[in-house]
Each structure stands twice: as structure tokens, then as C-alpha cells.
């Protein structure tokens, strides 16, 4: 009695514990290594799932660019520099990227460090895959970036389509075009903190809308210059019927806006309408056509891979024949000799019926 109710006991222990690990899931793996490039983790590194521990100020932007986890961490170097770290994860590799020019300073320089980097004095910015890296030197040398560049080739990567990055930010015209002031938005908190000037109702983030911005270089001054894709041509022609309810052309603010395919172009700030046409006109969505219909050249039903197929599978058949031929003669052979006249073959001789015609008469004599 007893040693069944062990048994009972263990596996409701086992039954438990599994169930526990299925909610809590596989753990994912950590951001930052123990060392790199000569610099060592002092202490130990401090995680969070918690979107408001990486960035109290800015947790609601984390969380719209799908924020997963933050690790934070020091190191030091041999000759005592110190340098500290901070990584935050994302969903995929457009949070990332979103996230990274949401921190991103015009007055920063660009680096070669991971995707895309910047850095302003001892301030380094980047990213790789779906992880965002602010790093922070005490003393820049020489090899500070290459340090870093070691630092990117060992973060882990997204798996499948997570790595992929927006297509949007590259329909931004690069003529007169400000350096470092491009922003991708996917929700209303980062549209707020980076003072858009489009108002959030005339974007319609609910109905799966993106947008990105960037700041251009007109006679006036600058103006800005807001993509905005939709899921459909349909959604981007209702919202930009609404954003054009809202022009007020010849103003300080005025609006210029066009659509082409799923993206409604608006160019708003200093410039006049010539200048926000030759603008809107540099934008033009190009779209992807994938051709699905069965074609009959994959591997199963092409007439060419059947035949070749077929003639393969006669020589495995003719060698296959030919191995066993040689190997029953060869077996025979090796019997024959191993054992003669016992197994192969018959050790008394088997009779034959003879009529001995030969021994008849030709002509046998008549009756007389």
C-alpha cells in the first residue's frame, strides 16, 4: 500500500513539473556573453522582462515595438577601463530597428558595428538581428569598435522571418535628404514622443497601419515627409481621403499628400507646393508580383527528373543482377569445392532405359 502511494506521489511530482515548464516555456537564451574582445563581465548581469526596468520613461514605445526581455551588465578590461552594456530584445528584427531610431541622435556618426550603429563620444548605439545594444565606454581607444563588432557576432540571432526588416524605410527619397532623421513607428505611444505631424486618429495604427519619417532640406527650411503603409490600396485610399480633409494649403502647416498602392505619402513643414510635388513624385510603391501557379517543373511532376529516374533505377537493377549472378556462381564454385561430389552433385549414377537399336538386324529374314 504504501509503495503505491510513492508511486502516486512521484508522478503527480512529475506531472506537475511539467506543467510548469510548459507555462513557463523554453528559457531564451542570454543577450550578453561572460567576455569579448578582452573585456571580462564583472559582477553578475542583471535581466528583466519588464519593458519599465530598460527604460522607465519609454516603456509603452518598448512594448509597441514588441519589447521581450532587457540584460544589462559592466565589464572591464585589463588595463581598467570599464564599460557598460545594456540589451534589449525584441520579437523580431523591426522592433529592433524601430527601437533604434527611436534612441538614435541626428548629431550621431555612423559606425560599421552590427546592422546599423551610431555613436556620439563615448556613447555607442546598435543593432543586430532583434537585439538593440547601448553601449557606454569610459575611455574610447582605438580598438573600441572592433571590440563591439566581436560584441555583435556573438549576440543570438531570430530565427525564420523575425530577421527581417521593414520595407517601408526604403521607399525615403535620398535626395536633400537629413542625416540620422529617420523614424519608424508602429504605434501611437513612439508617434507621440517624437512630435509627428500627423495626428494619430488620421493614421489609424488599429488597422495595422506603419509609418516611417525623415526630415528633408527645402528652400524654406526642412520639411518632413511621412510614409504610411496599409494592408491594402483600400484602407491607404480611405485614411487618405481623411488626411486630405485636413489640408490647409497656403498655411505655415500645410499638407500635401498622395497615394501610391498601400502607401499614402504626406509632406508637411516648409515647402512650397512645387517643392512638396517634386517630393511626393520620388515616392512610388513598387510591388512584388510571386507567380504561384503550378508550373510542373518541381522535382515531382517533371516529365525529364521521371525518365532519369527510370534509368537509374535500371542500372541498380542490372547491377543488382549481375552482384547476385557472381555471387550464385561464386557460391557454387567454393561448395563444389569445399565439398565434391556430395552436395553439387549425385553420388551414384543414375541408369538410363537403352533399347539397344543397334544390335537389331537391318534386314530381317523373310518367311518362306
Not at 567576455?35 to 530598460?54: C, E, I, K, N, Y
Not at 530584445?89 to 556618426?109: E, I
Not at 543570438?156 to 521593414?166: H, Q, V, Y
Not at 515647402?271 to 501557379?293: C, F, I, M, P
Request: glycine share 8%; charged share 15%; hydrophobic share 45%.
Amino acid at each position: 500500500m504504501r509503495l503505491s502511494h510513492f508511486i502516486f506521489a512521484l508522478a503527480a511530482c512529475l506531472l506537475s513539473a511539467g506543467m510548469a515548464f510548459a507555462a513557463e516555456g523554453p528559457h531564451p537564451p542570454p543577450l550578453l556573453p561572460t567576455q569579448f574582445g578582452g573585456w571580462q563581465l564583472s559582477g553578475q548581469a542583471r535581466t528583466s522582462p519588464d519593458a519599465g526596468v530598460a527604460d522607465p520613461t519609454n516603456a509603452p514605445v518598448l512594448k509597441e515595438y514588441g519589447f521581450s526581455d532587457f540584460e544589462s551588465a559592466t565589464y572591464t578590461s585589463e588595463d581598467g577601463r570599464k564599460l557598460t552594456l545594456k540589451a534589449a530584445r525584441f520579437a523580431d528584427a523591426s522592433g529592433a530597428y524601430g527601437a533604434f531610431t527611436f534612441y538614435k541622435l541626428p548629431q550621431m556618426l555612423l559606425e560599421k558595428i552590427g546592422d546599423q550603429a551610431g555613436s556620439l563620444n563615448e556613447r555607442v548605439l546598435f543593432y543586430r538581428g532583434n537585439v538593440l545594444v547601448d553601449a557606454v565606454f569610459d575611455r574610447l581607444t582605438a580598438m573600441s569598435a572592433a571590440e563591439l563588432r566581436e560584441l555583435a557576432s556573438n549576440l543570438p540571432l531570430p530565427a525564420g522571418n523575425t530577421r527581417n526588416l521593414p520595407g517601408l524605410p526604403a521607399y525615403l527619397p535620398k535626395q536633400s535628404y537629413v542625416k540620422n532623421s529617420a523614424k519608424y513607428v508602429v504605434g501611437p505611444a513612439a508617434l507621440e514622443k517624437i512630435g509627428a505631424p500627423i495626428p494619430t486618429n488620421l493614421i489609424g495604427f488599429d488597422r495595422g497601419a506603419e509609418l516611417v519619417l525623415g526630415n528633408y532640406n527645402t528652400s524654406a527650411g526642412e520639411a518632413v515627409l511621412t510614409l504610411i503603409s496599409y494592408p491594402t490600396p483600400q484602407i491607404a485610399a480611405d485614411h487618405l481621403r481623411q488626411i486630405q480633409a485636413n489640408q490647409q494649403p497656403g498655411s505655415a502647416n500645410s499638407i500635401f499628400a498622395k497615394r501610391t498602392g498601400p502607401i499614402v505619402a504626406v509632406a508637411t513643414g516648409a515647402l512650397s507646393s512645387s517643392e512638396a510635388k517634386s517630393l511626393l513624385a520620388s515616392v512610388n510603391y513598387d510591388a512584388d508580383v510571386t507567380w504561384n501557379e503550378n508550373t510542373s517543373f518541381d522535382k515531382k511532376n517533371n516529365i525529364g527528373n521521371l525518365v532519369w529516374n527510370a534509368l537509374v533505377l535500371c542500372g541498380i537493377l542490372m547491377v543488382f543482377a549481375l552482384v547476385a549472378g557472381l555471387a550464385f556462381g561464386g557460391l557454387r564454385v567454393l561448395v563444389q569445392r569445399i565439398f565434391p561430389e556430395r552436395v553439387l552433385h549425385r553420388e551414384e549414377r543414375v541408369e538410363f532405359i537403352s533399347l539397344h537399336l543397334a544390335d537389331k538386324p537391318q534386314n530381317p529374314p523373310s518367311a518362306t
